[in-house]
Each structure stands twice: as C-alpha cells, then as structure tokens.
C-alpha cells in the first residue's frame, strides 16, 4: 500500500509541475500592439493605391464623381498624361510648379484612404513640403514610405515631350 502511495503522490507533483509550467508561459504572453500594425497597414495602403492607380482609372473621359477636383484639372487640360500613376501625376505638377494643386489634389484623394481622426498625413516631393495636416510635432510615432519618381508628358500643341524627375517621393503617417 505505501508504493502505490508513493508513486501516486510522484505522479500528482508532475501534473502540478506540468500545470504550473503551462499557466507561466500562457500568462506571460503579451497581446501585440496593434497601433503600430494599423499605422504600418494605413502607410502602405496609402503609398500602394497612389503608386498603383492610374490617373485615367480614377478618371475615365475626364469625368469623376468621387474626385471633382481631379475632373476639374482633367476637363482644363492640367493632365498631360492621363496613363501615370497617381504619384507621376504629383511629380508632374511639383515639376510645372503647381505645388498648391499637387498638395489640394492629394488631400481630396487621400481622404478616402485613411480616417483622419486616427491619422494625419504628410506628403513631400524632393524635400519640399506639398501638403501636410496637423499635429506631426506631437506625435510620438511616425512611418515614412518613399519611392523614386519620374516621368513625361507631351505639350499637345507643339509636339514637345518634357521629361521630368527623378524625385524623392515620401509619404509620412502618424497617429493622431
């Protein structure tokens, strides 16, 4: 009777062990912070539909519902070339100098993108500040994006195509 005792109370100390082990290493798991993976997701997603769409994709024969103010640049000859991407057509205009329509048409575009309670946004074309909303100074977190830009477009009247760039191209989210 004693060796069955014994081995018993050997078995019941190994279960406790086993238990005491899985309880510390289910305990000491943190959960992720998932304010850094937003404003990771919301900067990529940002960067990746600027750099993707095509300007003639937003805008089919100049006419935009969603986007008046790209329409009205369109329908006023102010797209050279309606086959670049979003951010060629931002680094057109930062080349004609036409910064306040580029900084205008990224923030109408870009509302869409983001919620700008949450976040706020900042766009810069070779050093220069384009458009920027409130608040970067305060921030305690900041995600940068930059790409590489260049491109053309044809002066319809004299046959003249302009090459432009390349430009740094940067894209800086924050939390609000």
């Avoid at 680094?91 to 983001?114: M, P, V, W």
């Avoid at 074309?125 to 305690?140: L, P, V, W």
Wanted: glycine share 10%; net charge negative.
């Amino acid at each position: 009777m004693g060796k069955k005792a014994y081995i018993f109370m050997i078995d019941g100390i190994f279960a406790l062990v086993i238990l005491i082990i899985g309880f510390m290493v289910i305990s000491s798991k943190a959960a992720p912070d998932l304010s850094e993976t937003t404003l990771l997701l919301t900067a990529e997603n940002v960067v990746d539909v600027l750099s993707t769409v095509k300007v003639d994709e937003l805008c089919s024969g100049c006419s935009c519902q969603q986007y008046p103010l790209l329409s009205g640049y369109c329908s006023g000859g102010d797209v050279k070339n309606s086959d670049q991407t979003l951010y060629d057509y931002f680094g057109e205009l930062y080349y004609r100098g036409k910064i306040t329509d580029a900084g205008n048409l990224f923030s109408n575009i870009t509302g869409s993108f983001y919620r700008k309670e949450l976040f706020g946004v900042q766009l810069v074309i070779d050093r220069q500040n384009i458009y920027s909303d409130q608040g970067k100074a305060e921030s305690e977190e900041l995600i940068s994006r930059k790409k590489v830009i260049f491109g053309f477009y044809e002066e319809k009247s004299t046959g003249v195509v302009r090459f432009w760039g390349p430009y740094v191209l940067e894209v800086n989210v924050w939390s609000r």
